[in-house]
C-alpha cells in the first residue's frame, strides 16, 4: 500500500469474510453483511449468530467460542447449519482451514477434519511449548499451514496439509510480544514489535516492508487487535492513535 486515506467503514477484520461481491462480518450483536463495489458501503444485519467466519474451498463457515459449534451457510450468511465442533479451540488463534481441511492445535497436537468438524483426527505434534494464551496462531493461504510463535519469534511452514513443517526466515526483533501473523487479500504480513509492517508475496519465503500512513505510525496495535483487513486490493487499518 503506497498511500493511505482515512475512511469511515466499519471492518471486522479475522471476523469477516470475502464471498464473491459480499462481505460478511460477525460482531457482537450477530452476522453482519455488506455488498462491495457499489458507490457506497453498509452493514445489515442479518441474524444473531455471532462467532468466528472463515471459508473453505468457497463455502461460508462459522465457529462458535461459546460452545465450539462449526456452522456453514449457503446464502452468504444469511442462515446457517450446524456441522460439527472444534472441542478445545476458541477458534480466535487455534483454527484455520485451508484446501477443504479443517485445523486446530489442541496444546502441542495439530488436529485434521476432513469432513467439517464431524470427527477429527491427530496430524502433527510441535515441538514446542505453547504455555501462554495467545502466543500461537494457525493461518491457511494457498495451500499451506502456517504456524507463528510468539515466544520464538518463529514461522512454521506446511506444504502438506499439515504432515511435516519447516521453519521460515522472519523478520525479528528484541520485543516478542507484537510478533503477529495475518493472512490478508492472499498476501501474509507480519509485526514483530518494531512498529513496521511486513508484506510476502512468496508464502513466507521473503518480506518487505509496508509503506506506513504518516511517519512514525506503529502499525502494531492494529495488528494485535486484528483491526485490519484486505478487500479489493484496498488494505485497511484502525489508527489507535488518532482514533481513525
Known sequence: ASAWTA???????????????????CGRYGTYRAQLGGPG???????AQTGYLFESNGMLYLGDPANGNIYRSNNTGQNWTLLGTAPGTDFQNSFAA??????????????????????????YTFSLVFDIPGSAKLVGLNGNLYLTHVVTQQIFRSQDAGLSF??????????????RLRNFGGQL???????????????????KTVKPPYPGFNFDPGMALST?????????????????
Open 98 to 123: 485451508e484446501g477443504g481441511r479443517f485445523f486446530m492445535r489442541i496444546g502441542a497436537d495439530l488436529m485434521v477434519s476432513e469432513n467439517e468438524g464431524l470427527s477429527w483426527s491427530k496430524r
Open 228 to 244: 485490519m483487513l484486505v478487500d479489493n486490493g484496498q488494505l485497511y487499518l484502525y489508527d489507535t492513535e488518532r482514533g481513525a
Open 189 to 207: 504480513f507480519l509485526v514483530n514489535g518494531d512498529g513496521k509492517l511486513y508484506r510476502s508475496s512468496d508464502q513466507g519465503q521473503n518480506w
Open 166 to 179: 519447516s521453519a521460515l526466515n522472519a523478520p525479528k526483533h528484541s520485543t516478542a510480544a507484537s510478533f
Open 7 to 25: 475512511a469511515p467503514t466499519p471492518y471486522f477484520s479475522d471476523r469477516s469474510v470475502q464471498i464473491g461481491n459480499q462481505l460478511i462480518g
Open 41 to 47: 458501503f453498509e452493514w445489515t444485519l442479518l441474524n
